[in-house]
Nanobody, 127 residues
Framework: AQLAESGGGSEEAGGSLKLSCVVS????????VGWYRQAPGQGRGLVAT?????????ADTSKGRFSISQVDVNKNNTFFLQMNSLKTEDTAVYYC????????????????????WGQGTQVTVSS
């Protein structure tokens, strides 16, 4: 399985960016996908997740500004993170991560813990 992120870059505070993640599950079931971020000198933290049933979950710092969504395109599932009202503290490397299982019935109903990660994409927000 592979995950490929795109859409990072530089933006001014108050602006918007949209990140994309194409998940190629290689026969695995996609239980859910999440976006995580890691700022310099900090640990990696949750931004938002979306379960295969459509349920979404956001970190408090993301609520009201970020939106996670999914589009199936030719069986290569594409996930987005729309980021609005960007703040300088949003500057980080953003990672797409997926929870994959051999069969869909093995998917957890909650607590999505990723087992596949993308390479990350840099987001820089300037004041």
């Amino acid at each position: 399985a592979q995950l490929a992120e795109s859409g990072g870059g530089s933006e001014e505070a108050g602006g918007s960016l949209k990140l994309s993640c194409v998940v190629s599950p290689d026969g695995f079931a996609i239980c859910g996908v999440g976006w995580y971020r890691q700022a310099p000198g900090q640990g990696r933290g949750l931004v938002a997740t979306i379960h295969s049933d459509g349920t979404t979950n956001y970190a408090d710092t993301s609520k009201g500004r970020f939106s996670i969504s999914q589009v199936d395109v030719n069986k290569n599932n594409t996930f987005f993170l729309q980021m609005n009202s960007l703040k300088t503290e949003d500057t980080a490397v953003y990672y797409c991560a997926a929870v994959l299982r051999r069969f869909a019935f093995q998917c957890p109903t909650k607590d999505l813990v990723p087992n596949y990660w993308g390479q990350g994409t840099q987001v820089t927000v300037s004041s």
